[in-house]
């Protein structure tokens, strides 16, 4: 195989795997598609728990962890799950308590998972063997019991009362204490109010009250200090009075707190007790508007001292009115209520995004809050106030911008959204693709009298990360179907029209749109025509001339490529062997050496060589011409040297050869005797130690002249 041969081989093998190529080094940052809820609660007795992070990239993306903001090394109860970054916490215990976070990581990219709060579930008990508390009162008395419950449990608790017959030393059986028609009522703080007191509330025998908290995870009660109550005989026994409070929802908040707060989008229950005899009964309403729509009384809240309105909203701040009512009087109460809100998206959190060098992307992190919450930006995990300073990046209000985008731009944007209530956390990546571009666009077809199957061809390029499609239109209108007359071939490359089956399809026009799928296209039309009959004017084929420049530069990078080809190869062809030229001159007719006395030559000095005596041209001012032939064909005290060492090659339009002579003591026997001349051979490669052969040669037959490549 020549090496010509093994050039072009080698060329085409480059142009069909530069497609491959391209696909090996398709591009995409970490983007988290899976992760675990911001709260999750264990028990002692789990097995285990699962810390979900799973994150899609190419390259495909490492994993790290964090605890309590250090580094978490994953081996012995922490164990890494699947191909992805999710982790299994074995044996969960307190020591596994903390705030987790998951970080994906590629060459392109950091992606950052939202804080994952592991805590383990708390069912706190009542102090132990405590003493039993001893109350009385009055009946026709309102009364209150209090609760007194333990804090920190998790998750929090309900209340509960009962009756407690002791069975023995610290074992008791319970009896839940009913509403008995709202005239017992437990508040919010776990307190047990007694509208009015009955004669058969008081404890006898073994019977104590007791206040229970309820675990929802656990499925059980927790009791406290047993007390007895002893009901006496008063002065107003048979009596009614008028309603008066016991507790509002507002009895439950701290001395500073002014107002009920709940967070937008949640449900609230508001709560009046009042005291009085006959049970009073409550009604609702807001000071300037309507009661939220959709709010609800509990079933056996018969005498409606709660209210729970649903999926507030600002608009639902303000001051509710409980006012309790009997037959003898009625009572009012204000609850303020506050509607706040933690942060939420104002359209949806910012999205990964693609696009095409030199434009601009825009991450938004619009959201809304009460309090007004604080937006901070972060890029690959580190804050934006921390990263180096770059014009082309910037912060303004809830946005950040990087203009003028390069391939170099792909990265992950982190945005933090918090008030006090809370915090939203988003994560997308930035994607910097190239432009897509229809290097092969349909071309115009005129048809004649004879009618024909016609084919539309469009192919182009698009960034190796996304997909190539390719959509047919035909006057605008997509063309979607298949059929005999009419169809796409299985790539989308091909449209072709069968118009002896289907006339009406001549006189139109035809568009190919190449599109990756992210708002990134390209398109050009093309008409279907009869001969003789002019296009409409919209059915021009319109291509943009960014585009025809995008596909001269390719064709212009393979001819490049194989004009370079072409130079290496020639240059290897003069690097071996000899060359003949006294036998070749003479075979296209010419007498070189006949020829060279016809010539006027420039001396060529050279500092390593000694002048010669006698030769009145053996030294020469600069820049002075010497004549090495008189023309006349007789000898002289010249001879010809060696040739120059130094590219000085070259051939005349007649083909004979020029060159530079420096002058030596030694003479032809004849310029026009060829059968006296041996051949003058030319040797392209240097001498065997690498270094050109200069000046030692003995006589013109054995010249070789020398190229440094």
């Not at 250090?70 to 699947?82: A, I, Q």
């Not at 009087?329 to 990964?352: F, M």
């Not at 731009?409 to 994607?431: E, I, K, P, T, W």
């Not at 029209?497 to 398109?523: F, P, W």
Request: glycine share 8%; net charge positive; hydrophobic share 35%.
């Amino acid at each position: 195989m020549t090496m010509m041969t093994q050039l072009s081989l080698l060329i085409f093998l480059l142009l069909i795997l530069l497609p491959v190529f391209q696909a090996i080094r398709v591009r995409k940052p970490p983007s988290i598609f899976r992760q675990s809820n911001k709260e999750i609660i264990f028990r002692e007795d789990d097995p285990e728990i699962m810390l979900y992070c799973e994150a899609s990239g190419n390259p495909t993306p490492r994993y790290e962890w964090v605890k309590n903001g250090k580094r978490l090394h994953l081996g012995g109860d922490y164990e890494r799950v699947g191909n992805y970054g999710s982790v299994s916490l074995k044996r969960p215990r307190y020591d596994k308590e903390g705030f987790y976070q998951c970080k994906a990581i590629n060459k392109y990219g950091i992606a950052i998972s939202s804080i994952f709060y592991v805590i383990k579930a708390r069912n706190v008990a009542f102090p132990y063997k405590q003493q039993v508390l001893q109350m009385a009162t009055t009946i026709s008395e309102s009364f209150t019991l209090f609760c007194n419950p333990p804090y920190g449990s998790v998750p929090n608790p309900s209340y509960v009362w009962a009756l407690a017959l002791k069975v023995r030393d610290n074992v008791y059986s319970y009896q839940p204490v009913t509403s008995d028609g709202g005239r017992r009522t437990i508040d919010g703080q776990g307190n047990l109010h007694f509208a009015f007191v009955k004669k058969e509330d008081g404890t006898t025998g073994q019977h104590l009250y007791k206040c229970g908290v309820h675990n929802s995870l656990f499925h059980s009660n927790n009791y406290g200090r047993p007390t007895t109550l002893s009901v006496k005989s008063g002065e107003n026994i048979g009596m009614n009075h008028a309603p008066d409070k016991m507790w509002t929802s507002m009895n439950g908040l701290k001395p500073e707190v002014k107002a009920v707060s709940i967070l937008r989008g949640q449900s609230i229950t508001l709560q009046c007790i009042f005291s009085g005899k006959p049970v009073p009964n409550v009604t609702w309403e807001k000071v300037n508007g309507p009661l939220p729509p959709g709010h609800t009384y509990s079933q056996d809240d018969h005498q409606h001292q709660k209210i729970t309105l649903h999926n507030l909203n600002y608009e639902d701040s303000g001051d509710y009115i409980c006012t309790g009512h009997n037959s003898v009087g009625r009572s009012r109460q204000t609850i303020k209520l506050q509607v706040d809100a933690s942060p939420y998206w104002v359209s949806e959190p910012p999205k990964d995004q693609f696009l095409v060098e030199g434009k601009s992307a825009v991450f938004s992190c619009r959201s809304l809050g009460k309090p007004e919450p604080k937006v901070s930006f972060f890029v690959n995990g580190i804050k934006e106030s921390d990263l180096k300073p770059d014009q082309r990046r910037y912060i303004y209000g809830d946005s950040i911008t990087f203009s003028k985008l390069n391939s170099s731009d792909l990265q992950v944007v982190q945005c933090n959204v918090s008030n006090r209530h809370g915090y939203l956390f988003a994560d997308a990546f930035l994607n910097v693709i190239k432009k897509t571009v229809i290097t092969l666009a349909p071309e115009p077809v005129y048809l004649d009298k004879v009618l024909r199957t016609v084919k539309f061809v469009c192919d182009g390029f698009t960034d190796p990360s996304t997909e190539k499609m390719i959509h047919w239109f035909m006057d605008n209108k997509p063309i979607t179907n298949s059929t005999e007359m009419i169809s796409i071939s299985e790539d989308g490359r091909v449209l072709k029209i069968d118009t002896k089956k289907a006339q009406q399809y001549v006189g139109r026009e035809y568009m190919c749109v190449l599109d990756n799928g992210h708002n990134n296209t390209d398109s050009a039309k093309a008409f279907l025509h009869y001969s003789g009959e002019p296009p409409p004017v919209s059915a021009a084929v319109t291509k943009e001339k960014g585009n025809v420049w995008w596909a001269g530069a390719v064709v212009g990078f393979i001819v490049v490529l194989l004009s370079i080809s072409l130079v290496l190869y020639i240059i290897y062809k003069r690097g071996t062997g000899t060359y003949p030229v006294n036998r070749l001159e003479r075979k296209a007719g010419h007498n070189p050496i006949k020829e060279l006395a016809g010539h006027l030559f420039r001396a060529y000095s050279r500092q390593d060589l000694e002048p010669i005596r006698g030769r009145r041209s053996s030294i020469i001012e600069a820049g002075s011409a010497s004549t090495l032939f008189d023309g006349s064909g007789v000898d002289s005290d010249d001879s010809l040297g060696g040739y120059s060492d130094i590219n000085a090659e070259r051939f005349q339009e007649d083909g004979s050869f020029v060159g530079k002579y420096v002058t030596k003591k030694k003479k032809f026997d004849s310029y026009d005797n060829p059968e006296k001349q041996t051949e003058l051979r030319v040797d392209l490669m240097p001498n065997g130690n690498g270094v050109p052969n200069k000046h030692n040669y003995e006589n013109i037959e054995n010249y070789h002249m020398n190229s440094v490549l």
